[in-house]
């Protein structure tokens, strides 16, 4: 065992979802921690840690990531959004948010800011063709409840209505 | 416009929006981070450990590899009258009995320092040879009844088993092997607590917030009324989270210690050595009957894996006993220890490795015999309790046959093996399956308080894990005092208002509604307003002369003494069922399931499940029906993906990673039809209604395993079916 690592910490500026934060940051810290730990946006999750649950699903300048897997500083001059800032600031839900709703896509809903991120990615880059389609392209997410049938139909739903 | 869009989730909004606050989204002022360095070794013991380079990590506070029993007390297992997911307390002395068992415990101001210094400490161990599976020779082996001497875990025996299955004219003697299996909540095991002078808060998303204060107390010596304990979203359960954890009393006095609230959020490959976890199961099924498939006697034998330390109670065959009309039947159980963490309650923990042997080894007989399977489960239906001679309260499993089988196209079924083919040659498989689950309710006390501004609180024992009882009692409330559901607030998951008995086993929403419904005639009562029908609340309040008017009520099952009322305000178990005095109550399900193998690579996709419920009154339609989804997406991974393998050279779990340990994904689910019989419970309770979120998997896995019989005409005995078993 060497010494203790220290690590110079690196000044970061990024929005996110719309605000400007500036922070000095250990180049270790992860996207994630800074959202939860730093800037209190605890919506978005932390279910493994190791890119493999989808839980943390963000975006940073418009595409889909795993917030765990991100150093924050390499967010530094981009923009991210969280499911915080999903919604309309007056409390008017996301269409898709609303579909989330109508089909009880979600249980425990420790997945579901994820799948929302996802959702909307997913949307967004034209994958709601089919619902194959759909479920493969929403398959980095998992929902341990099985929420799945309702968050197929709530992407569906969402997708077709040309948000 | 959906059923969910009539009447939504209560709490919805919250999740999708990411308000909803779970147990570690919790981030107070000065708030501390620790992190835990684990034992290499399979068992053994700690010779030796080296903190001094995490100690030198910028930003580390504590390192601690040791507590004195006189600070930390160790606790007592849940299932031996205690309040612990098991009694062995990490931190206490040098003796290592798993791999993945804790050795030192870092907090730092930052997750990032706290992992570095975790990395760092460094030990040296005295390893130990150490058993991990059923057949390994330093697994001990004991009969249950003589390990764990107590009437409830009596091996069953009605009639004579053994004498008729040896004269029955069909025989069926198989065994059936399940893996053991990670419960896997989406939401990491973990804790934010909180010192607020002599009173410590504990943010932790947990199914038995009342285990978590009185078990802490009795761990730190401090007055149960000093803990406060805040759950009112888990990030799913599953029975993993059903009782104080190792990590929190070390949590609790590492924040005392520094002065600073601290956040720890195990690692997921943590999770896996250190939560509780389904262990393996072998299950002997000797099934007697006659040439019509009249089932004459069962014998069924299990062995369950326990721990070194406890004894995990293996209750088999108090389900499957109950599935048919079997006029003789013996359950021999026994426990094999290994050297692991303390197995536990995994969703259907008994039933859904029981229902895989048991509807595999009906299924062989309705082969045996040449008779349909449904037909032949309906042939053995029984209105009385085959055990006590008792009758079942309600018991519709007939009719989720035959609704599920209308419902699913079951008459075109033909019932050769390998005769169904699709268009693309894939072949095609029908199975079924029936499951059962025991209706147990456990004391509640529900508070009610009535505000002129025509708002009602409801403040009661319950934990919202998902399944949606927070939905479940709004809509009670809603419903009986004719109100909007947005005047209803519930308060679950808290013991600052109720003392939080643990919510398992299917019994929270019946346990529940009818301490709420009582609170609801209580209130009433001081209201001076009839018993039942619309209730303008806030001019009724206005009437009484007072801003709000409040009532209680207390609960217990059918036939339960007051004094369990204590014990679950001790934060112990106390629960009663399934045999209740004159009658018995169990939920019933059957699961029709479709599978499809793709000619050439042999893999199986299941691309529709029909399943139908008998859980009594539905009391919430669309988080019930979400409910049986999710059971479902359950058995489907468990029949074609799930297993912990031993990981025989270090000790503990080989695939510990969410990547490894492969759950259902989106792209493995196809189409679910759930259907309820919605029939009340008439004995059980006023409110008629039975379990739900367990029984929704029992079954799923041998109607999975049965329609790949039926695809192919191999019989596969051991989950999960991978395409390696199928080429
Ligand atoms: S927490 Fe980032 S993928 Fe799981
Ligand atoms: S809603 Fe619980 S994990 Fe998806």
């Not at chain 2, 009610?448 to 399944?467: F, I, L, S």
Request: charged share 20%.
């Amino acid at each position: 065992m060497g010494g203790a690592t220290i690590v110079p910490a690196v000044e970061t500026s990024f929005t996110v979802n719309g605000q400007t934060v500036h922070m000095a940051l250990d180049p270790r810290e992860s996207l994630l921690d800074v959202l939860r730990e730093r800037l209190g946006l605890t919506g978005t999750k932390k279910g493994c840690d190791q890119g493999q649950c989808g839980a943390c699903t963000v975006h940073l300048d418009g595409r889909r990531i795993v917030a765990c897997l991100m150093p924050a500083v390499q967010a530094n001059g981009r923009a991210v959004a969280t499911i915080e800032g999903v919604a309309s600031p007056d409390g008017v839900l996301h269409p898709l948010q609303e579909a989330f709703i109508e089909h009880d896509a979600l249980q425990c809903g420790y997945c579901t800011p994820g799948q929302v991120m996802s959702g909307l990615a997913c949307i967004a880059e034209g994958h709601v063709g089919s619902d194959a389609e759909i479920r493969e392209y929403m398959s980095g997410n998992l929902c341990r409840c099985g929420a799945y049938a309702g968050i197929v139909a709530a992407v569906r739903q969402a997708g077709r209505s040309g948000i | 416009m959906t059923a969910a869009a009539a009447r939504p989730r209560v709490d919805a909004r919250a999740k999708v929006t990411g308000a909803a606050r779970y147990g570690t989204d919790r981030t107070p002022e000065g708030l501390a981070y620790a992190a835990m360095a684990v034992a290499t070794v399979g068992k053994g013991r700690v010779v030796e450990i080296d903190t001094a380079a995490a100690a030198a990590v910028a930003g580390v506070r504590l390192v601690l590899t040791r507590f004195e029993a006189s600070e930390l007390k160790p606790p007592v297992y849940i299932m031996a009258g205690g309040h612990a997911v098991q009694s062995l307390q990490p931190l206490l002395s040098d003796h290592i009995a798993y791999r993945g068992q804790p050795i030192a415990l870092v907090v730092a101001d930052t997750p990032v320092a706290a992992t570095e210094a975790a990395n760092r400490v460094c030990a040296r161990y005295e390893a130990a040879p150490f058993a991990l599976e059923l057949d390994d020779e330093d697994a001990e082996k004991l009969r249950q009844p003589e390990a764990l001497p107590v009437p409830a875990l009596a091996d069953i025996a009605v009639g004579d088993a053994e004498a008729v299955f040896a004269g029955s004219e069909v025989r069926v003697d198989e065994v059936y092997d399940h893996p053991k299996q990670a419960a896997t909540p989406m939401e990491l095991l973990g804790c934010v607590v909180e010192w607020r002078g002599d009173t410590v808060v504990v943010h932790e998303g947990t199914q038995n917030a009342g285990a978590l204060r009185n078990g802490l107390a009795l761990q730190l010596g401090i007055d149960p009324a000093d803990v406060e304990v805040i759950s009112p979203y888990l990030g799913g359960g599953f029975g993993q989270k059903n009782s104080l954890q190792p990590h929190l009393g070390p949590v609790a006095l590492a924040a005392r210690r520094l002065g600073r609230p601290v956040k720890f959020v195990m690692t997921r490959p943590q999770t896996f050595h250190q939560g509780s976890f389904r262990p393996a199961s072998r299950h002997r099924v000797r099934l007697g009957a006659d040439g019509n498939g009249r089932l004459t006697a069962a014998i069924y034998e299990v062995d369950q894996e326990t721990s070194r330390h406890d004894l995990f109670p293996a209750m088999y065959t108090e389900a499957m006993s109950r599935l048919y009309g079997v006029p003789n039947f013996s359950g021999p159980t026994r426990l094999v220890r290994v050297d692991t963490q303390t197995p536990g309650y995994m969703r259907a923990p008994f039933e859904s490795p029981a229902s895989f042997a048991f509807e595999s080894a009906v299924d062989e007989l309705a082969y045996a015999v040449g008779r349909d399977p449904v037909a032949l489960r309906l042939a053995n239906d029984t209105g009385t309790d085959p055990i006590t001679g008792q009758p079942f309260s309600s018991r519709h499993v007939a009719e989720c046959l035959r609704r599920g089988a209308e419902r699913f196209g079951w008459a075109a079924r033909d019932p050769a093996p390998g005769s169904m083919r699709a268009d693309d040659g894939s072949l095609i498989g029908w199975g079924v399956a029936i499951g059962a689950y025991p209706a147990c309710v456990a004391p509640a006390i529900a508070h009610v308080r009535a505000g002129a501004d025509g708002r009602v609180v409801v403040a009661v024992d319950g934990h919202e894990m998902g399944q949606g009882i927070r939905s479940a009692i709004t809509f009670l409330v809603a419903d009986d005092l004719g109100i909007a559901v947005d005047r209803v607030t519930v308060d679950i998951g808290d013991t600052r208002v109720a003392p939080q008995h643990l919510t398992a086993g299917s019994w929270g929403t019946a346990s529940a509604l009818p301490a709420v419904h009582a609170a609801l005639r209580e209130l009433r009562a001081r209201l001076g307003v009839a018993e039942t029908g619309m209730l303008d609340v806030g001019a009724a309040v206005a009437a009484a002369g007072q801003p709000t008017v409040e009532a209680e009520a207390a609960t217990l099952g059918p036939g339960q003494p007051p004094e369990m009322l204590d014990r679950s305000r001790a934060g112990k178990v106390a629960f009663t069922g399934p045999v209740y005095p004159g009658f018995t109550s169990f939920s019933f399900v059957a699961h029709f399931v479709e599978v499809r193998i793709e000619a050439t690579t042999r893999r199986v996709r299941v691309p529709r499940v029909v399943s139908v419920v008998d859980c009594g009154r539905v009391a919430s339609a669309v988080t019930a029906a979400s409910q049986v989804r999710g059971g479902v997406v359950w058995g489907l991974g468990a029949a074609l993906r799930e297993a912990s393998e031993p990981e025989r050279r270090y000790g503990g779990f080989f695939n510990a990673t969410m990547e490894e340990y492969v759950i259902s994904v989106n792209a493995d689910i196809g189409e679910i039809e759930v259907d309820f019989i919605d029939e009340p419970d008439p004995l059980l309770n006023p409110v008629g209604v039975k379990g739900l979120g367990e029984v929704a998997l029992v079954g799923v896995v041998p109607a999975v395993t049965n329609a790949v019989f039926h695809a192919t005409g191999q019989r596969l005995r051991r989950v999960p079916i991978t395409i390696a078993d199928l080429l």
